[in-house]
Every structure is written in structure tokens, then in C-alpha cells.
């Protein structure tokens, strides 16, 4: 073979370029490179490397080339959690669970003080996934290990750098009694982390604020978005724009309800969650709908109201 691969930077490369090219050919001829185990064993790079680049090839769908590049990486570095953590993530999306049990064993024999987040997250996603086709014995097994996985990330998650990482544990949990129904449990766990996170728990926060806004509960709904709007993040988490649009909707229903008198006290809370709401959502995409029917309500409260927002719709 008429090739050389000297390092997984130049690896992901070349697969981008070859497709972008529709140069398919030569994409066969990188993925029998990197199935060669004597050949690829020399292609240059950290577990950082590694992980970051099959990374940037998942994000664009290459799943079968990123996770030629872990076997890789996992041949070089058979004790990093999270290179065996991405090849189960990953490969769910390209192989049989069946052929992915091996590393889901080895990811189990390190110390789960040695995990980050990913390995703990990527573990759940394979797991939940043989429990969705499980039955008997074997999904009782399963539901029994996850149960188990989920309390060990909780726990360990106390000890993590990123101390953000620590409410994922929660969100799984979350996840985890969706999927078996038991919405008292799921609930449970969200209010759990509003709790022991409290600046923290942005996602955690927005879900329960959501829950009670479709159940009506709008106190409980101003309560909660609040506390996501409210957490200071350097990468927003949430899709902030639409935590102030049910914060405004709720303050709103509060009054209305209420019979309370719209006097501006009231009402200014509710324009400036409405105005928030607008300023975040102008920078997301497929955002015009929502967009013209926050400028409708505010429209109705101005005139229910006698008092103007002085919201810019831009427009």
C-alpha cells in the first residue's frame, strides 16, 4: 500500500480532505491502513491526541474512521479510561454491542477514581442501550448495574477538577428512571442536584423549571428558571434564551391569575424576562417563530397593561 500515516492529526486530515474531495477511493485506502494493526501501531500521537481527533471526526459523522483511530490508541494506551469510554461511545453508532463487550469489561477493571465524566456518561449510554433490548433476568442484571454506576458517579463526581461535570451524574440519573417510568425518581434526582449544586446545575434547573411549566405550576417554574438563568457559566449549557421565555410566560400567568392589578411593579419583571429571552434567542438559529410570538404576547400585555416594554425586536 502506497501510504503513510505519521501521526493521528495527519490521520484525521486526510480522511476530512479525501471526503470533501469525494475521493472515496482513497478513504478505502486510509480505513485498510488503520485496520492494519502492525502498520498503524507507528502512527504518532497522545491518548489527548487520539480522543481529540476522533472527536472531531464523530462531530462530522465519521464513526467507523474514529473508531479505527481508538483501537488504535487503545493498543498504545490500554489503561485510559476515556479512549475506552469513546470506543463505546462511538462504537454504538458503527458496530455490534456484541463487539464492543470486551472494552466495556476492561473499562470496568480500572479504578472508577481514575474515570472523568466520560466514562462514566459513555458506560450508561452502552449500558441503557442492552437494557432497551434486555428482557427477564438479564434487563433485572442490567437495571441492577446501572442503578449501581449511577450512585458510583455521584460519588466520585465529588472529586472531579471540573466540578460542572458533577451535575452529568444527575442528568443520567434523570434519564435513567425516565426510561423506567418512575417520574417521582426522575424529579427526585433533578431537585436533588438543585440542592447540592447550587451553582451548578444549569441543565438540572431548566428541566424542572420545564416540567412544572407544561404541569401549570408556575411558581415552582419561576423558582427554578431563575436558578438556571441565574448560574454563571463560561459555555452556556442551557439554551438560555428559552429559559427566560417560560420565566416571562410564568411571571405573566402569575399575575393573570392572580387577579392582581397590573401595576408596573408587576409588570417590569415579566418585560425583562421577556426582553432576555429576546436578546439570547436573536444569536440562535430557527429561532424567528418563537421570536414573533414573544412580540405577539408582549404586544397583548402592553395593551392589557397601558404600559410599554421598550423592548428592541430589532425589526
Known amino acids: 500500500m502506497n501510504m503513510y500515516i505519521p501521526s493521528v492529526n495527519a490521520a484525521a486530515n ?11 477511493d482513497r478513504l478505502r485506502e486510509i480505513q485498510e491502513y ?13 491518548a489527548d491526541e487520539f480522543h481529540n481527533a476522533s472527536v472531531t471526526l464523530a462531530r462530522i459523522g465519521f464513526y467507523d474512521y474514529a473508531f479505527s483511530l481508538l483501537v488504535i490508541a487503545h493498543l498504545r494506551y490500554p489503561r485510559d479510561a476515556d479512549i475506552l469510554a469513546d470506543l463505546l461511545a462511538y462504537g454504538l453508532k458503527c458496530r455490534e454491542l456484541s463487539e ?5 469489561e476492561k ?9 472523568t465524566w466520560r466514562a462514566f456518561n459513555f458506560l450508561f449510554d452502552f449500558l441503557m442501550e442492552k437494557l432497551r433490548y434486555s428482557d427477564g433476568e438479564n434487563s433485572k442484571r442490567l437495571s441492577t448495574d446501572i442503578e449501581q454506576l449511577i450512585m458510583d458517579y455521584k460519588a466520585n463526581s465529588e472529586h472531579f477538577s471540573d466540578q460542572s461535570d458533577r451535575e452529568k451524574a444527575y442528568m443520567v440519573e434523570y434519564e435513567y428512571y425516565i426510561f423506567k417510568r418512575d417520574v417521582k425518581k426522575a424529579i427526585g434526582a433533578l431537585k436533588d442536584a438543585t440542592s447540592v449544586l447550587k451553582n451548578k446545575c444549569a441543565q438540572c434547573a431548566l428541566k424542572l423549571a420545564d416540567y412544572h411549566f407544561e404541569r401549570g405550576e408556575y411558581s415552582e417554574t419561576v423558582k427554578y428558571a431563575e436558578q438556571a438563568v441565574n448560574i454563571k457559566e463560561d459555555q452556556a449549557s442551557i439554551r438560555v434564551g ?9 411571571r405573566e400567568n402569575i399575575v393573570r391569575t392572580n387577579g392582581e392589578s397590573m401595576s408596573e411593579a408587576k409588570i417590569k419583571p415579566v418585560f425583562n424576562a421577556y426582553s432576555a429571552a429576546v436578546t439570547f434567542m436573536r444569536g440562535e438559529d430557527g429561532r424567528d417563530h418563537l421570536l414573533t410570538s414573544i412580540k405577539n ?4 400585555l402592553e395593551y392589557d397593561s397601558g404600559i410599554q416594554s421598550r423592548i428592541d425586536f430589532g425589526n
Not at 14 to 24: D, K, L, P, Q, S
Not at 107 to 115: A, F, P, S
Open 14 to 24: 486526510m480522511i476530512y480532505r479525501a471526503y470533501m474531495e469525494e475521493n472515496f
Open 297 to 300: 404576547q408582549v404586544m397583548n
Open 107 to 115: 473499562l470496568k477493571q480500572i479504578d472508577k477514581g481514575l474515570w
Open 34 to 46: 488503520l485496520d492494519n494493526s502492525e502498520v498503524a501501531r507507528r502512527v504518532a500521537g497522545s
Open 100 to 104: 464492543l463487550s470486551s472494552y466495556e
Open 242 to 250: 428559552y429559559a427566560y421565555y417560560i420565566l416571562a410566560m410564568s
